[in-house]
């Protein structure tokens, strides 16, 4: 079955083919038929190389090699897939949240005129994420790297006609560059370093590096500005919540299954070299903690209900790279398969709450939705609670293991995720109380029109909604005298990492009452939220009204994207300005313009001789002669 691996990535390619080729000439059943048929067909091939693995005892890792890709001097690669745990994991994840954001597409998007050609955006978005999480060395990576970037300019500026839509896509797609580039930057430097890119020739000889090496550090850092660009970590975040100009089902794409978990995986991928890198993993978990803080207060005061969930997941993304920071890279990993969970739930979740209000996304015209959409309710209630942290639910496990590492490590980094676990609680039971709670306050219209979203859209949310309930069982703590898992099945991935790390345990009864603490805190949170939302019937402001200096500052995003236009957009446009105004105008055109008066003048001069008498074309023929005789002579 493992030779059979080629196939997961082979569908969805075929998928975009079909879809892409002859999407005019398919009906939009056929096209849906056909793209959500990939993506389940690549889900149970995933599914029966999980199985096989767990069944292989010490032979899980596999490196199938289609073809010799590049030969060039001394440097060669492979198109080579590598199938192990963390590979399979991604591959779960990323088929299984894929085929069911992929059915509820074909509800959400069955009236829209570029039906198909979604639905072939969407297979090829899969496609390339498939082969970044399969490649067997940094350079196929980075082909599926770079693909998933093409994909989300192509679905984020879908609806292209909305210019500020398209704005939003070119926005991802440049900032994602600034962050590839250090990642190219890596890749060089690990060739140059290792004399290969393949993960078996790297990290067999990394192992012989000794900690904290400047080549090693210099190589981590790279690859994570990478990462810091992919899955949206400060100062490189800010295209994501702007990413919520596409589609619905694609923020749940990019959110939950493929795009920004990449480079949580990039990290996890190469374990041991940032083992080696302490400085490095300290400041992936510094970066990681911070914009977990900083992106949550944000959400506290955003009021477009897609909104609200991209800045959480900025902020559930730097709780994954805290965990890689600490090498805890099956925290991390832990949490990227829950998050996967309640985050595509909730994007799905928004998306059916948007189609039943017509479109609008502003909390502030909802409210007393809870008895029209019944089924979105409760699946959102589900995910609110899970992402919150709350037991028995799936985000409470994973959340809670990241923050006993940092306790254990950092009780700075604990601190501020415990802070950042507190206002998520708030930020989604305040989006939670305004959505569904109190009176509705949209238009009549609106109200007359509200229905539950069709079966198509609501089947993918009631499963999950019970993977949300249930995933987190997968890595239940130590503390609870039960075995881990995931632990179990991704410890030979992180094996040579694990030895090199310095343990950070701390006991049972400690496990408890930190549980216990979080655990108050945020029922706490919830109690303060629906009493302020719900018993008080407290609305947030409307627009134009005078907000405190510290509430504007947050609700206005801290003016991170003020900043960049003025010290970084309006800089380069007047730089293109005056380059336009002297090379493109005075160079340039004044080079070809001086061309072509310089061909009407002499052209001016010689049409004189056009006579049209016979009488001087002989004599001129004569006098040619006579001077190249002249010529000859001498």
Same mark, same amino acid.
């Given at each position: ?7 997961? +990535?082979?569908? +969805? ?66 198109? !080579? ?9 991604? #591959? ?6 894929? %085929? ?41 990576? =980075? ?14 500026? %879908? ?21 590839? #580039? ?11 370093? %290792? ?35 992919? !899955? ?14 596409? +589609? ?81 890279? &099956? ?89 950042? !676990? ?20 949209? &238009? ?31 890595? #239940? +703590? ?15 991935? =992180? ?9 950070? $345990?701390?006991?049972?009864?400690? $496990? ?34 005078? #907000?405190?200096? @510290? ?10 994207? $003020? ?45 004189? &001789? ?13 006098? @040619? ?7 000859? !002579?001498?």
């Amino acid at each position: 079955m493992i030779k059979l691996v080629a196939l997961v +990535p082979l569908f +969805p390619l075929l998928g975009f083919i079909i879809t892409g080729l002859f999407g005019k000439s398919l009906s939009k059943t056929a096209a849906a038929i056909v793209a959500s048929g990939a993506i389940l067909l690549s889900f149970v091939v995933s599914l029966l190389l999980f199985i096989e693995l767990i069944g292989a005892g010490d032979n899980i890792s596999h490196t199938i090699k289609l073809f010799d890709w590049i030969q060039a001097g001394k440097f060669s690669a492979d198109l !080579s897939l590598l199938i192990d745990p963390l590979s399979s994991v991604f #591959l779960l994840i990323i088929t299984g949240v894929g %085929f069911l954001i992929h059915v509820y597409s074909t509800g959400y998007m069955h009236d829209d005129e570029g039906h198909n050609k979604f639905f072939s955006y969407l297979n090829l978005f899969v496609f390339f994420m498939l082969l970044l999480v399969l490649g067997s060395n940094y350079l196929v990576m =980075f082909v599926g790297w770079e693909g998933v970037g093409l994909c989300s300019y192509l679905l984020i500026g %879908f609806w292209f006609k909305n210019t500020s839509y398209n704005n939003a896509a070119k926005k991802a797609f440049i900032m994602n560059r600034i962050g590839d #580039l250090g990642f190219l930057l890596g890749i060089f430097l690990i060739y140059v370093t %290792f004399g290969s890119v393949s993960y078996s020739e790297v990290f067999a000889q990394a192992k012989f590096y000794t900690a904290d090496e400047p080549v090693i550090i210099a190589i981590t850092l790279l690859l994570f500005v990478g990462a810091m660009g992919k !899955s949206a970590q400060l100062p490189l975040y800010t295209w994501l919540p702007d990413a919520m100009a596409g +589609p619905t089902p694609v923020s749940a794409l990019i959110h939950a299954a493929t795009m920004v978990t990449a480079g949580i995986y990039m990290i996890a991928r190469s374990n041991i070299l940032y083992t080696l890198a302490p400085t490095s993993m300290h400041i992936v978990a510094l970066i990681g903690v911070i914009t977990a803080v900083f992106a949550a207060t944000i959400g506290l005061l955003q009021n477009d209900i897609k909104k609200v969930l991209a800045y959480s997941t900025v902020s559930q993304l730097g709780y994954m790279f805290l965990a890689l920071g600490m090498g805890a890279y &099956t925290s991390a990993v832990f949490h990227v398969i829950t998050h996967a969970f309640f985050k595509a739930l909730l994007f799905l979740g928004a998306g059916s709450i948007i189609h039943a209000m017509g479109g609008e996304q502003d909390i502030r015209k909802m409210g007393g939705l809870k008895g029209h959409l019944p089924t979105t309710f409760a699946t959102f209630l589900i995910g609110t609670i899970a992402i919150a942290g709350i037991p028995p639910f799936a985000g409470f496990f994973s959340k809670d293991e990241i923050l006993a590492h940092a306790f254990a490590h950092n009780k700075i980094f604990w601190l501020l995720g415990v802070g950042g !676990s507190v206002l998520t609680a708030f930020y989604m039971f305040r989006l939670l109380f305004l959505t569904f709670y109190g009176k509705f306050r949209g &238009t009549h219209h609106q109200e007359e029109h509200l229905h539950e979203s069709p079966k198509s859209i609501t089947i993918p949310l009631v499963i999950l909604a019970g993977l949300s309930i249930v995933g987190g069982f997968i890595g #239940l +703590p130590e503390a609870f005298h039960a075995k881990h898992l995931l632990k179990s099945f991704l410890s030979p991935v =992180f094996a040579d990492s694990d030895l090199r790390m310095l343990p950070a $345990e701390i006991s049972h009864a400690t $496990e408890y009452a930190l549980m216990a603490l979080a655990i108050v805190i945020v029922l706490v949170v919830v109690l303060l939220a629906r009493n302020k939302y719900v018993v008080k019937g407290e609305l947030p402001v409307a627009d134009g009204v005078a #907000l405190s200096p @510290s509430s504007k500052l947050i609700a206005n995003k801290y003016y991170v994207d $003020e900043i960049y236009d003025n010290l970084i957009v309006k800089p380069l446009h007047w730089i293109s300005g005056i380059f336009y105004r002297v090379m493109d105008i005075q160079v340039v055109d004044g080079f070809v313009n001086f061309i072509g008066k310089a061909v009407v003048w002499s052209s001016n001069g010689l049409r004189l &001789t056009q006579t049209g008498k016979i009488g001087y074309y002989v004599f001129v023929m004569v006098l @040619s002669v006579a001077l190249l005789l002249l010529y000859i !002579s001498y």
